[in-house]
C-alpha cells in the first residue's frame, strides 16, 4: 500500500532543530512506553511531513543510558512517521574517516546493556531479522543529500555502539578498529535501529565523525573541545542534508523496496490465543498492522 511520506529525523548531539518547516509546531508525543526524550517538532518542509525529536532533549539534559529509545520510536511511529534519519555524533576508527565526514551506517555492532532493546517479550514474543538494520534506499538518499549539502560522505560503515557515557580505553579502541573491522563508534544507535525494524519504520543512520577515538597516534585522547568544534560544523551540513530530503523522498510513500515496513511478517511467534492484551495494548502502533 502506499500512502504519505512522514519523515521523523532524530537528531543527536549538536543538532536542536530543523530549519525552514512550514507551520511548526512542538507537539508532545504519546507512547504507553513512557516519555519521549522531548517534545517534538512537527511541520512540513517543501510540501513532505516532518517530524524531528531531539534524542538527548533540548539542552542535552539525557544521557545515551537514559534515553528512553522504545518511547521516541513508538511515539514518531503514533504521529505517523514511515522514515526515520538518525543523525548523530560518532569517533573515527579510519584515517580516511576524518573529523567532519559524514558515514552512511548500514551495519552494527551491539555492545549496550543496560538499554530495553525491543517491543517484544513476556506476553507476545517476536523475532525480527536485523541482518541488514539500515534501509539502503533511505540511506542513498542521505549520501546524496549530504554530498549536495557540502560533506565528504563515506558510503556504508560499521558502527559500534557502546554504552558510555564514557569515552573507550585505548585498549578497547585497538580492538574494536583491528580486530572486530568497526569503522565508527558511538553511544546512541542502538537499541535505537533495532527498535524502528521492530516498528516496521525505514531506518538510516548518518555518522557526523567529530574525532578519532583514542586509538591514533597523532591524535591522543578524545577531547571534548574539540569535539563540539567540530560538532557545529557538522550540524550545518546535517541541516542541510536535512533540507534536501524531501525532495528526494517525494510526498507520496510507496512500500518499502527493502522490506522495512513488512519486517513482522511471521515475526510474531506466541500463538493468538496465548497473547496478553494488556502487552497487545501497547504494541497498537508498533505492530497494529499484523496484530
Not at 56 to 77: C, E, M, T, W
Not at 99 to 112: L, S, W, Y
Amino acid at each position: 500500500m502506499s500512502g504519505e511520506t512522514m519523515i521523523g529525523v532524530i537528531g543527536g548531539s549538536g543538532l536542536y532543530e530543523i530549519d525552514g518547516m512550514e507551520g511548526a509546531e512542538w507537539v508532545q508525543g504519546y507512547s504507553p512506553w513512557g516519555l519521549p526524550s522531548d517534545a517534538i517538532l512537527t511541520g512540513r518542509l517543501d510540501g513532505v511531513a516532518m517530524a524531528f525529536l531531539p534524542r538527548h532533549g533540548r539542552g542535552h539534559v539525557l544521557a545515551p543510558s537514559d534515553i528512553n529509545y522504545r518511547a521516541n520510536i513508538d511515539a514518531l511511529k503514533r504521529l505517523g512517521v514511515t522514515d526515520v534519519i538518525s543523525v548523530s555524533a560518532c569517533g573515527s576508527f579510519r584515517e580516511e574517516m576524518a573529523p567532519g565526514d559524514f558515514v552512511i551506517v548500514d551495519q552494527f555492532i551491539d555492545r549496550t546493556f543496560a538499554r530495553d532493546k525491543s517491543f517484544f517479550g513476556a506476553g507476545c514474543v517476536a523475532h525480527v531479522s536485523v541482518a541488514h538494520p539500515t534501509c539502503p534506499r533511505l540511506g542513498a538518499a542521505c549520501a546524496e543529500a549530504a554530498g549536495v549539502a557540502g560533506a565528504r560522505v563515506h558510503d556504508g560503515g560499521t558502527y559500534l555502539a557502546m554504552e558510555g557515557p564514557q569515552f573507550s580505553t585505548l585498549a578497547e579502541s585497538r580492538i574494536y578498529r583491528e580486530q572486530w573491522g568497526a569503522d565508527v563508534i558511538g553511544m546512541t544507535n542502538m537499541p535505537e535501529a533495532k527498535l524502528a525494524r521492530e516498528a516496521e519504520l525505514c531506518y538510516a543512520s548518518v555518522a557526523m565523525v567529530t574525532d578519532y577515538d583514542s586509538w591514533h597516534p597523532q591524535h591522543g585522547e578524545v577531547d571534548v573541545a574539540e569535539i563540539i568544534a567540530t560538532l557545529m560544523g557538522n550540524a550545518d551540513k546535517g541541516r542541510g542534508m536535512i533540507a534536501r530530503l524531501p525532495r528526494l523522498l517525494g510526498a507520496e510513500r510507496a512500500p518499502c523496496p527493502h522490506g522495512c515496513d513488512r519486517a513482522l511478517e511471521n515475526a510474531i511467534l506466541t500463538a493468538p490465543d496465548k497473547r496478553d492484551p494488556a502487552v497487545l495494548a501497547r504494541l497498537d502502533a508498533v505492530a497494529g498492522r499484523v496484530l
